[in-house]
């Protein structure tokens, strides 16, 4: 006689479990527990098999019927359902394993000594964001071109230097799949050519004559003391907008005019000793005043725990009149170009902006931190801020030295 649900409720269990049998080999087993399981009994090979299907009320009655006639389909064939459901965990395990999302977590997690934080945070953002929700719980061997193409675009409409970046992530991505074995190929190979050509787009330096002209709109600034003060200390450090606005006062040694970058904040990898000019620490001593009592020497506004954000001094410096013209990073383009003028030499000035030698053979020979050149060198720079701010009434000189003009 067939069970029903009515029957299958009112079952109560007794000393020794018992069987409700509803046909075709499937009965329901009442413990003493009072946990009601489904079981289905099946030949095999000559031998007598029960096959565990699952647990009441999860499994309703019409449930069970039905991974009953599933699992004699299967025994059909000559396989054990319970084979056959250990060999689908497996594969379910497998898939999760080798999906884009984990290969994906374990690249970023490669590459996260070898990145700094701005880069591995950068990264992260733009897959969580853009690439996980398209594609992140497919198996990575099933992302297909037509699955990139269609995130690059979707991300080039709104910004298409990140389009550049997230076609370069998901290809790494997907050949760390291949070279471990979890795929068969890249998908963004075939979409070579498939992007605009992008190049960032780095202001021209200032020249002699314009830089006067922007010292008296930075010294006119009317915003906050903070952003107007970053300028400044750009200006006199020739450091990247970053390793500004993320500085913690205890880098500083004000006493010996040096500010030490940690390596981990540092686009080399590499602690970088910035010496700082008398007009410098001038501009540290006072800010230290306003900020000081922080962890940061520009905290956020919204929360001080952390630094501003980097858009701040873009923000400063378009409102200066120069939005389109001119960046904070042409403020470093502007320091180099002048001060090979003034005849410093190259790899003093290379070392202060912190650039990373190209040729790895030359760079193994070089790692002279020129700190004493440098200290002359970036205090020559301060003067010669000073006086352009003071009228421009000066014309750079051999060797770093400024004369007066006329």
Same mark, same amino acid.
């Given at each position: ?5 009515t029957r299958i409720?009112?079952?109560k269990?007794k000393?020794k ?5 509803d046909?075709?080999g499937?009965?329901l087993?009442?413990r003493p ?6 079981r289905?009994?099946?030949r095999?090979?000559?031998k007598?098999?029960v096959?565990?299907?699952?647990r009441?009320?999860?499994l309703?009655l019409?449930g069970?019927?039905s991974?009953?006639d599933?699992?004699?389909?299967i ?5 054990h359902?319970s084979?056959? #459901?250990k060999?689908d965990?497996?594969? =379910? $395990?497998s898939? *999760? ?9 374990e690249? +970023? ?14 990264r992260?953002k ?7 929700p398209h ?13 990139v ?7 080039e409409k ?5 389009a ?7 290809g790494?991505i997907?050949r760390?799949a291949?070279?471990?074995l979890?795929?068969?190929i890249?998908?963004t190979a075939?979409? #070579?050519g498939s992007?605009?050509p992008? =190049? $960032?787009?780095? *202001?021209k330096?200032l020249?002699?004559?314009e830089?006067?002209?922007? +010292?008296?709109?930075v010294?006119?600034?009317?915003g906050?003391?903070?952003?107007k ?13 970053t390793?500004?606005?993320?500085a913690?006062?205890?880098?500083f040694?004000l006493?010996q005019?040096?500010w030490t970058?940690p ?12 010496p700082?000019?008398?007009q410098?620490?001038d501009?540290?001593n ?5 900020s000081?009592h ?11 725990r952390?630094p ?13 009149g ?8 042409g403020?470093?383009?502007t ?5 090979n ?15 990373t030698e ?5 760079a193994?020979?070089?790692q002279?931190?020129y700190?004493?050149?440098r200290?002359?060198?970036m205090q020559?720079?301060a003067?010669f ?12 000189g ?6 007066q003009?006329g």
């Amino acid at each position: 006689m067939s069970l029903t649900d009515t029957r299958i409720r009112q079952a109560k269990p007794k000393d020794k479990a018992y069987k409700l049998s509803d046909g075709a080999g499937l009965h329901l087993e009442v413990r003493p527990t009072g946990a009601k399981l489904w079981r289905l009994r099946y030949r095999l090979a000559g031998k007598e098999n029960v096959f565990a299907i699952g647990r009441y009320p999860e499994l309703d009655l019409k449930g069970a019927r039905s991974d009953r006639d599933a699992a004699k389909k299967i025994i059909k064939e000559g396989v054990h359902p319970s084979h056959k #459901r250990k060999l689908d965990r497996i594969h =379910q $395990t497998s898939e *999760h394993s080798n999906s884009f999302k984990a290969v994906a977590d374990e690249w +970023l997690e490669r590459n996260a000594e070898k990145w700094t934080a701005r880069t591995y945070k950068q990264r992260q953002k733009v897959l969580e964001n853009d690439v996980f929700p398209h594609i992140g719980s497919l198996p990575v061997s099933q992302v297909t071109p037509a699955h990139v193409l269609a995130i690059i675009q979707r991300v080039e409409k709104r910004a298409p230097a990140m389009a550049v970046i997230v076609n370069q992530a998901i290809g790494a991505i997907c050949r760390l799949a291949v070279v471990t074995l979890r795929s068969d190929i890249d998908p963004t190979a075939p979409l #070579r050519g498939s992007l605009k050509p992008w =190049q $960032t787009q780095h *202001h021209k330096p200032l020249t002699a004559s314009e830089l006067p002209a922007f +010292l008296q709109a930075v010294d006119d600034y009317p915003g906050q003391f903070g952003n107007k003060t970053a300028l400044q200390i750009m200006l006199l450090t020739l450091v990247r907008t970053t390793e500004l606005i993320e500085a913690r006062w205890d880098e500083f040694d004000l006493e010996q005019g040096l500010w030490t970058i940690p390596a981990d904040r540092m686009k080399s990898r590499e602690a970088h000793r910035v010496p700082l000019s008398d007009q410098a620490v001038d501009l540290l001593n006072r800010l230290h005043g306003v900020s000081g009592h922080r962890e940061f020497l520009f905290p956020n506004r919204s929360d001080p725990r952390r630094p501003a954000s980097r858009g701040v001094l873009w923000k400063a410096v378009a409102s200066l009149g120069y939005a389109g013209k001119f960046s904070p990073h042409g403020i470093r383009a502007t320091g180099s170009t002048m001060l090979n003028e003034m005849g410093f030499r190259a790899d003093v000035i290379e070392r202060q902006l912190a650039h990373t030698e190209r040729n790895k053979v030359r760079a193994s020979y070089n790692q002279a931190d020129y700190l004493d050149e440098r200290r002359q060198m970036m205090q020559t720079w301060a003067d010669f801020i000073d006086a352009q701010a003071d009228g421009g009434n000066v014309t750079i000189g051999k060797f770093g030295k400024a004369s007066q003009a006329g």
